[in-house]
């Protein structure tokens, strides 16, 4: 078996893909992007023992930038969370909301998957025609 499980490799290919597209489509320009870089917080699986074999949480690596407040107190985003969840909240409609009936309003903005977010993104026009984001998207050691 490899040192990365199938599924680690797969999760750092969309991931490198989907940062260079966001890039390439211009919904990148409000980020440091010189001071992305990697890191794994997000895991993937269980940690039980099952059948004789023992599975243990494999920790996904993603793009993040880290933001700093008034009293100097850091927080670590993901790239790609951050720019789904302004396409979810950009696109909310109020017109037709009732506050009374509680809830939040609907967005227009449909929730996908990775793949399907790989697709949307590969049909939007390309605004950004360099490879600046290569260098960061480099940096990652797949042999970890």
């Avoid at 490799?9 to 211009?26: A, C, D, F, S």
């Avoid at 023992?49 to 993603?62: F, I, L, Q, S, T």
């Avoid at 993901?78 to 009936?101: K, P």
């Avoid at 990775?114 to 960061?136: A, E, M, Q």
Wanted: proline share 6%.
């Amino acid at each position: 078996m490899s040192a990365n499980p199938k599924i680690k490799r797969r999760w750092i290919k969309q991931e490198k893909r989907t940062v260079r597209l966001l890039y390439r489509k211009g919904l990148l320009k409000d980020f440091p992007v010189d001071s992305l870089y990697w890191a794994e917080y997000n895991w993937f699986g269980k940690r039980l023992r099952k059948h004789g074999k023992h599975r243990y949480p494999v920790y996904m690596p993603e793009v993040h930038y880290c933001t700093t407040d008034y009293w100097g107190e850091s927080d670590e985003h993901s790239v790609v969370r951050s720019v789904l969840d302004h396409l979810h909240w950009a696109n909310i409609d109020t017109d037709e909301w009732d506050e009374s009936q509680g809830g939040w309003p609907k967005s227009s903005f449909p929730r996908m998957s990775r793949d399907g977010f790989i697709k949307y993104l590969s049909g939007l026009p390309t605004l950004v025609p360099d490879t600046k984001i290569n260098r960061i998207l480099k940096t990652i050691k797949e042999n970890e």
